[in-house]
Every structure is written in C-alpha cells, then in structure tokens.
C-alpha cells in the first residue's frame, strides 16, 4: 500500500534531520575540549551508558569496528577510568562494561549542554509548535522502533 | 526574555532527536560494509564533500581531530581512491581535498540508503503530518543557522 508521498519532502526531511543532528552533537562536542577523550571513546562511551552492560562483542557490533580494535579502544578507556571491566553476575565467563563514574559525569555534561543549546532554540518557537514537533519526532521514533523490532 | 518552556519537553526533544538520528544513520551505515572505509574516513568524506574545497587544517577542526592525525587519515583516504590533494588556483601554496568519485559515490548510496528507509517509515504517517514535520525541521534549523551565525 506505497503512498504518494513527493521525494522532494523525503528529501528535505532527510537533510533537515541530518543538519540538526550535527548542529547539535557540535554544540555538545565543545564540552569534550576539556575531558582527554578521543571521538571514538566518547561514542562507544555513549554505547556503554544507554544499553548497559554490554560486552565486547556487543559493542563492536553497536559501533562498527572490529573485535580487536573495539578491545584495544575499552582498554585505553580502562586506563583512561571512563569504564571497567566487570564478570556477569549468572555467567562469570561473560565480561560486560560498564561505564564509571567520570565516563557518565563527562556523558552528562555532554547532554547537558545539547539541552541548554536546544532550549535556547525553541525559544523562536511558540509552545503550539514546540508540543507539535515533540509530538510528531515521537511518531516517527515509536515507527522506527516498530520496523526495527518487526527486522531483528 | 525568557519563556516558560518546560524543562521536560527540551529533555524529550533532545532525545528523540537523538534517537532519530542514531537510528537513520544505522541504516545508511548498513552500505560501508561493502566498501573498504573506516568510520573516521566515512566521517572526514562527509565533510569534504559538504563544504567542499577544504585545507587539512580546516578538516581537522570540524571532525576535532589534531592536524597531524588529520594529515595521516588524509594520506589513507588518497591511497583508498577517496580524494585527492590540489593546489589552490589563487594561492599554489595552499593545499585543498577534494572528494574523487569513488567517494562521492560512497556517500551519495549512503544517503541514498536513509532517505529510502526515512520513505518507508513515513508511509505511516498522513500527508498533513508529513509536511507539519518538515516545515517545523525547516524552522528549527534556520533557528539554528541564525544563531550560529550570530555566534560566529
């Protein structure tokens, strides 16, 4: 049952999103200046905070490298103090990272100022437009999500 | 002048926005796997491509890489077939990288892949809703783009 749905709109749609994000992730970034942590760091750490506990192999699947490099990068980041290494709890074989107190204050921070930014944004928009566009982003993630569960 | 604008909604906006955006990127990403291209060539290709005509040490600053680890990534990404270093027509002491078409072709099936998978999840919404969203993205990114330049 495909729509008409012009590809201009799918288009524009696309680049608006694409733009906003990385207006948004540069405000943010402007925090890592002061932490030692490199950009793949800060994205696995991003990983390690919002799915818990994962393990390696998890991980590297999450960010798309491989094994080994994904292991090299947790192992700097352990020396770094951002995460350790932790046995599961049923399975002492399995090892899963978690993200330690530094690794989620820097997270924090990051988020932090992404708010701060897009609450000085919104205040161009009236509380009509603001409650719209939450509505209609929540839509389409709740869609999204739907087709990625109805895929794996 | 500051608005009443609850705390909750920018929360509520930045993460899906966020999540959105993990989300298409997921998929668009899908395609490297047939292409021999590390994220961090991936990320730098973007960026030639978008502004076009970039100098290594402006690449460095927008990807927050240092100049010398740029110079490398830019040497990789020559080798790969990705780009090429020319001489600036004005200034022959100036260096800028240029995206060859193997890159241009990477990037383009990329996006290509996003826009089909943002298509699909539209069909679920109406075409009021549709529009609604773009000229609200539209809006906030020109918000954006205001304030950007104000800063700079």
Redesign the interface.
């Known amino acids: ?3 008409d ?1 012009p ?1 201009d ?6 680049k ?6 990385v ?2 992730k540069k405000r943010g ?1 402007k925090i ?1 200046t002061n932490y030692p942590i490199t ?2 760091q800060f994205i696995a750490l991003q990983w390690i905070i919002d799915d818990q506990d994962l393990t390696i192999g998890e991980l590297a699947k999450k ?3 491989a094994f080994s490099t994904t292991t090299d990068l947790i192992n700097r980041m352990e020396a770094n103090g951002l995460v350790q290494r932790n046995k599961d709890e049923k399975d002492r074989r399995i090892v899963r990272i978690r993200a330690l107190a530094k690794g989620e204050r820097i997270i924090k921070e990051v ?1 932090d100022e ?2 701060e930014y ?8 009236n ?1 009509e ?6 509505q ?6 709740d ?3 739907r ?2 569960e109805r895929d794996d």
Chains 1, 2 share one sequence.
């Open positions: 049952m495909k729509k749905l590809e709109t799918v288009f524009e749609l696309e608006r999103l694409r733009q906003i994000s207006a948004i970034r890592l950009p793949s960010i798309g490298l988020i992404r708010r897009l609450g000085r944004i919104l205040q161009s928009f509380l437009q603001t409650e719209q566009l939450t209609l982003l929540s839509l389409l993630y869609t999204m999500h087709e990625n």
